[in-house]
């Protein structure tokens, strides 16, 4: 059974629950569905495939790139749990935009999961390395222009690591508490001190002690645009120092297994990027919800729905580049002339291949992590 439907929708930074109508939020959000890009973004699967759907001033972003014009990748990852696949969507433009020359920062955001998820700082190093920075080496994150750090130790250097956090007190003048209490509903101390500290993860690139001025791109889950709105805010109210409005962009969530949101709390949800083939088989033949008939008679006769079949929707998302084979495999569904189980096995091979792959450089990639940890 799909799990969660007709449950209201609920998205924000601390909660994701509920049937995600994506029209809907960008209309209560406010941001800009994403159209007519230059064609090196239509080489990659997830912007042509509109998985990254919506954007705020990606504009400014475009004209850097086109002009070969500095500009810096900002991201941040709440480090608990399992690394999945919904995870390597994230990590996936992370490696694209270094590909298009943007410096990346990239913030472990362990002071957020101590407050708004009770973990210790300790876990959450071992799950930034093991999980997390690990696995994007392993998909082709390079070091070079690349800084990872962690939000309770940004740097060795203290001129830097001084401007970060002061940059967080700072920005905290030029927000009131019924902002805080509009854009986030139910909110604790710990959780607006993350909310500020996020916004200082995503203006403290501009600062004189890092790049000084310069175009930002934020690439999130729909679910941070909350935190996008303040940081926007705040930044053009503050007069000293001077911010060039942050861009960013938006991706869908990668469904779970059944239906609903993956989530690394429930691991018949994903597919993590450590699992063995067998559990991937087992996983999507047990799990994987179908847009499927109940018997085979009737599938041939009406055919599958790929639009709410998971096994479709990753190789769609994810694990088949080629969009004339894509097409071939809808329509063959559609039609009723591959089956569920057939479906299926096409993406437990595809999937498998990937891991197979991805776990030998993954191994290699522990070499390379002392050069991409803060100094
Ligand atoms: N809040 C983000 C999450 O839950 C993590 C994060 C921290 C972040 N700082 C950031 C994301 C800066 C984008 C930009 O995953």
Redesign the pocket.
């Known amino acids: 059974m799909k799990k969660d439907v007709n449950k209201k929708q609920v998205v924000n930074?601390w909660e994701v629950y509920g049937d995600i109508n994506y029209d809907k939020l960008i209309k209560e959000f406010g941001v800009s569905p994403l159209k007519d890009l230059p064609s090196v973004f239509n080489e990659n699967i997830l912007f042509r495939r509109k998985v990254i759907f919506a954007h705020r001033d990606i504009q400014r972003i475009l004209e850097a790139v086109k002009n070969k014009k500095p500009f810096v990748m900002?991201?941040?990852?709440?480090p608990t749990g399992k690394f999945h696949i919904g995870h390597s969507i994230i990590a996936q433009q992370m490696i694209f935009w270094q590909s298009l020359g943007a410096k990346i920062y990239i913030?472990v955001?362990d002071l957020?999961a101590y407050n708004a998820r009770g973990q210790s700082l300790e876990e959450s190093i071992k799950i930034a390395i093991e999980e997390y920075i690990l696995n994007y080496i392993a998909l082709g994150l390079k070091p070079k222009n690349c800084e990872i750090y962690f939000?309770s130790e940004r740097s060795n250097n203290a001129e830097k690591s001084n401007a970060y956090y002061k940059l967080q007190n700072l920005l905290s003048r030029y927000a009131t508490f019924n902002e805080f209490k509009a854009v986030y509903g139910e909110i604790s101390p710990g959780k607006m001190l993350s909310a500020l500290l996020?916004a200082s993860?995503?203006l403290h690139p501009q600062l004189p002690e890092f790049e000084n001025q310069i175009p930002v791109i934020?690439p999130?889950g729909i679910d941070?645009d909350p935190?996008l709105r303040l940081a926007r805010d705040i930044s053009q109210r503050i007069k000293n120092p001077k911010f060039i409005q942050l861009s960013s962009t938006y991706n869908l969530f990668l469904p779970g297994l059944n239906g609903g949101k993956m989530s690394s709390s429930d691991p018949t949800s994903y597919i993590s990027l450590t699992e063995d083939p067998k559990e991937v088989e087992k996983k999507i033949k047990k799990y994987a919800f179908s847009g499927g008939q109940a018997t085979i008679e009737e599938h041939r006769k009406l055919g599958g729905n790929p639009d709410i079949d998971v096994s479709f929707q990753y190789l769609k998302m994810l694990f088949e580049p080629d969009d004339k084979k894509l097409a071939k495999i809808e329509q063959d569904y559609k039609s009723g002339k591959l089956l569920t189980g057939e479906l299926k096995e096409i993406l437990i091979k595809k999937i498998n291949d990937f891991l197979k792959e991805h776990q030998k450089a993954r191994e290699q990639a522990k070499k390379q992590l002392d050069k991409f940890l803060i100094k």
């Open positions: 930074p900002m991201t941040g990852l709440m913030a955001a957020e939000q996020q993860d995503m934020v999130v941070q935190h």
